[in-house]
């Protein structure tokens, strides 16, 4: 199917989180830079949530999708990353096993637009060759202050060969349940065409909410700085 159909495809969302035995189980990671709405995406998917003011994340945080498609269970086990440069070399690790990365950015920041040629460039080096790439650009509920335009994002999608290109709000939830449910389908059809695919155990259980796993420079726990807006 190519993403037209795909996007097409029906599904539903189930609304337990904390399922264990889906069929199909695929690690999904959102990276750029702070603010550009990262945890905001993952709020809105997990629990239609969005709030105006979010802390900080502090190293990673974790959250889970889950839906059914074709009659099979299909669960999306999403890492939200922190953004800052002190804490790249610790959010690296968590490249390994993803079979998709968000490269996210604020279509009213151009800064973090200009950010994601070097976020792509580090996905590439610490990731699967195959792993799908999406572009997410974030805010863009916010037309008045749009800096970044489609047509430019689309030129930089074809040109570095990402494999979709969406437009997201976090605050209205335009978009956001429809990109991360394309992206499992997505997923799903790649696992049946090669009827092969890198599985990956669930090792962490959670309530159904965001797990904040926040780690320091020195790999210790550390608190959470407020900031207003999304990261």
Known sequence: MDLTELQNQEYEVIADKTLSNQDHLFKLIII???GVGKSCLLSRVMDNDFKEEHNVTIGVEFGSFVIKIDGKIVKLQ??????QESF???TRIFYRGA???FLTYDVTRDDTFLDVIDWLKEAKQHSNPDILLYLIGNQADLEDDRQVTKDRAI?????NKIDAFFETSAKTGNNVEEVFALAAKQLYAIHKRDSKGETIEDPIKSDGGPTKLNVNEHN???GKKKKKGCC
């Open 220 to 222: 210790e726990t550390d």
């Open 88 to 90: 790249r070399s610790i």
């Open 78 to 83: 999403i890492w939200d990353t922190a953004g």
């Open 32 to 34: 750029g830079d702070t």
């Open 99 to 101: 079979h998709c990365v």
């Open 155 to 159: 030129e930089f999608q074809k040109k």
